[in-house]
């Protein structure tokens, strides 16, 4: 243990300290069992959309293999390259238990084939289709996916603080108060037993008692 | 006002053009990351194949502005699954072990 001073003033000062360590340890152990309600029920929904994402992925990914194999690879890239497609992304953040998640908000532009249909193949109408109905998922699954991430880097985060608060800080500063307030009590009572030896041996200076009793 | 962009594979990926996303083709894993490292302020999310994603793993762990957010998608080959591995490496860090969805696949 570090030297402390076993004074009245560090005593004092580590009882607030204690109380502090003591009120911060119940709100961050609140904010961990608040982050981990949100978290599990958050990384249930992230599976499921990302189990669903991928399935519609690899099937999309087949459809566009079947037009590769009606359409030459340059006419297939040609009428992908001209889309007018454009969409863009405005990006906001909640804030869940001081974890700032990412929100999106998106907007498509010029909607339909902007390929002409001369030239290319059903399947690949198909497969474009198959793709864009996907869009919102995967913008979903991106938002929901980071939000796990944070959280879970958040509750480990916070779990470390509260485990050093309960398992370090605390007793330490128990410890330390335990030990201050004995240090104290001993410098008492030993002044108390000194005042009466004092009071003892002027008594006996002026009342002469041992040579009385002596005779 | 940000746009999304697709890296990976060109055959995983050329098909997005059609949805309006940016397509940038990698060849190799390090050149996905050159990739994502130069267009990496432009962007809101970053799609990445499985198959390059493992390379990013550190830049993201290193990232400290919220965005661009990047995910993993699976491409046509080379699938690592390393989609569903982050979700469960999520549920590890934040509860210590993997208690929701186990060794269930």
Known sequence: ?215 | MYKIAVVGDSDSIYGFASVGFDTYPARTESDALHKVKEIWSDYAIIYVTESCYEALTEEIDKKLTPLPVITPIPGVKNNTGIGVANVKKAVEVAVGSDIIFGNKE
């Open chain 1, 1 to 215: 243990m570090a030297t402390i001073n076993p004074t009245r003033m560090e005593l004092t000062r580590f009882k607030k300290k204690l109380v502090t360590a003591r009120r911060g340890h119940k709100l961050l152990k609140d904010k961990r069992d608040g982050l981990m309600r949100e978290f599990l029920s958050m990384v249930r929904e992230n599976m499921k959309i990302r189990k669903r994402v991928e399935a519609a992925l690899n099937s999309s990914n087949q459809k566009f293999m079947f037009a590769r194999s009606t359409m030459s690879e340059q006419e297939v890239k040609a009428a992908l390259m001209a889309s007018g497609e454009e969409i863009t992304v405005e990006a906001d953040y909640a804030n869940i238990m001081s974890v700032d998640i990412p929100k999106f908000d998106y907007k498509t532009a010029a909607h339909g084939y902007s390929y002409g249909f001369a030239f290319t193949s059903g399947e690949l109408d198909e497969a474009v289709e198959s793709l864009s109905d996907l869009v919102d998922d995967m913008i979903k699954l991106s938002e929901i996916e980071e939000a796990c991430r944070l959280m879970s880097k958040e509750i480990e985060k916070t779990r470390r603080r509260v485990n050093a608060l309960e398992h370090v800080l605390i007793p330490q500063t128990e410890a330390n108060i335990k030990y201050i307030s004995m240090k104290l009590d001993e410098n008492e009572r030993s002044s108390q037993t000194r005042l009466m030896k004092v009071k003892d041996m002027m008594l006996e200076e002026a009342h002469h008692y041992k040579e009385r009793a002596n005779g």
